[in-house]
């Protein structure tokens, strides 16, 4: 089940982590993602990944590629 970035960092501050399906992940690296167009993310449990789409940019990253760009 897709999430919404958006609602994932609502009233959430850059320093703070959101847990999404057990994955703890920086609310600063999913405010850049949405920056950089990411409406959705999906998580992938059997092999721990993320797939993040917009209108315009489809990605997938490790939980390591997204704490990157925190």
Same mark, same amino acid.
């Given at each position: 089940?897709?999430?919404?970035? *958006?609602? =994932?960092? %609502?009233?959430? *501050?850059?320093?703070? *982590?959101? #847990?999404?399906?057990?994955?703890? =992940?920086?609310? %600063? $690296?999913?405010?850049?993602?949405?920056?950089?167009?990411?409406? #959705? =993310?999906?998580?992938?449990?059997? #092999?721990?990944?993320? %797939? =993040?789409?917009?209108? #315009? !940019?489809? $990605? !997938?990253?490790?939980? *390591?590629?997204?704490?990157?760009? $925190?």
């Amino acid at each position: 089940m897709p999430f919404k970035i *958006e609602e =994932l960092v %609502s009233g959430k *501050e850059n320093g703070q *982590e959101v #847990n999404v399906d057990g994955f703890s =992940l920086p609310v %600063s $690296a999913l405010k850049k993602l949405m920056q950089d167009g990411y409406i #959705n =993310l999906q998580v992938y449990k059997d #092999n721990k990944t993320f %797939s =993040l789409w917009g209108k #315009n !940019c489809t $990605a !997938c990253f490790t939980e *390591e590629q997204i704490r990157e760009r $925190a």
